[in-house]
């Protein structure tokens, strides 16, 4: 006991200006009493003790309303003691919550951003595919440098992120950025892509810093290097087919006879790989028996991440019919 009370702390509390109460705090759970003074006019009279003395009455009366008072300024004390841990620990927790949220709320959004990066980046490449129309034989070079300019960036309270996309390898690889299902993930045969997301922020306010770098795989379902092969495998087999057949009779409805019966030898092929096969020729000089033609092979209806497109890719040739012998 000494020792607690050789660790206290005195402190005085008024009341009304009329009772001062002398106060020993040791400790959250131990509050002593050890005197009260009675002021009046400017006036005080120490009590070091709040029992009243044996046969006396009016000091019993007095000792009494000293003591209510006293009592009273204990349980005030006690309160307002007890009301200001509560209030420093609730800081505490406080700071330690903000933080944590904070946390968290960096982690999720950082997340979400990966998404919508991946999401903007797919639509743009979807786009890119369906404005246009590529020649069967560098279609794959374009298209895979195309990706790799693609870019985006999103931004919010105490975070900021960039994502780089760049050709992916044609592997059966999952990936865990739900939120784009289907299109999430690397798959053989189609056009993958690679996603690096670069995501910072925080606040030193708080005290809290965030950086984070992933990579993310990507799809569309459009079998870029599939079609480009049957393209050119159709202009090649045209070409064989012409320069190695003698026409006797250079005409146009030969030609045509012949262009109709390959052409849909060739159509039967493509519809199987799941491509719309088109051709068309023109005689361009009946004494040579010399003939252009344009292939096209169309992948339609592609579930895209902002609808169904298609993507066009056409090949120019050109043969000349073998001579009769």
Not at 63 to 83: D, K, M, W
Not at 218 to 230: G, I
Request: include cysteine.
């Amino acid at each position: 006991m000494a020792d607690s009370i050789a660790s206290c702390q005195r402190l005085r509390r008024s009341r009304r200006h009329v009772e001062l109460i002398d106060l020993l705090l040791c400790g959250p759970r131990h509050i002593l009493l050890c005197g009260v003074s009675s002021c009046k006019f400017g006036f005080c009279n120490h009590h070091p003790q709040i029992a009243p003395h044996d046969g006396d009455a009016g000091s019993m009366v007095r000792h009494q309303g000293i003591a209510a008072t006293s009592a009273s300024a204990v349980v005030f004390s006690i309160i307002l003691i007890s009301n200001f841990a509560i209030y420093a620990a609730s800081q505490d927790r406080s700071s330690l919550y903000s933080q944590s949220d904070l946390e968290d709320y960096l982690s999720v959004t950082s997340v979400a951003f990966a998404g919508a990066s991946g999401a903007n980046v797919l639509i743009a490449l979807q786009s890119f595919l369906a404005g246009q129309t590529f020649a069967c034989a560098s279609a794959s070079s374009i298209i895979r440098a195309e990706i790799g300019t693609l870019s985006d960036n999103q931004s919010a309270d105490y975070l900021t992120e960039t994502a780089f996309a760049s050709e992916a390898p044609e592997y059966a690889l999952p990936d865990n950025l739900s939120s784009l299902a289907p299109f999430n993930g690397s798959l053989p045969g189609v056009l993958d892509v690679s996603l690096v997301v670069l995501a910072s922020g925080g606040s030193s306010s708080a005290g809290v810093w965030f950086t984070k770098t992933e990579t993310h795989l990507l799809h569309l379902p459009f079998r870029l290097d599939e079609a480009a092969a049957d393209c050119l495998g159709a202009i090649g087999t045209l070409t064989s087919a012409i320069s190695g057949f003698q026409m006797p009779n250079c005409t146009s409805a030969s030609v045509a006879s012949f262009i109709a019966a390959e052409g849909s030898q060739l159509d039967g092929k493509m519809s199987a790989d799941g491509f719309e096969f088109g051709l068309n020729y023109a005689l361009l000089d009946p004494a040579s028996c010399s003939v252009s033609f344009q292939v096209s092979i169309e992948q339609s209806n592609i579930q895209g991440i902002s609808g169904p497109f298609s993507v066009l890719m056409e090949e120019n040739g050109s043969a000349t019919f073998a001579k009769p012998a």
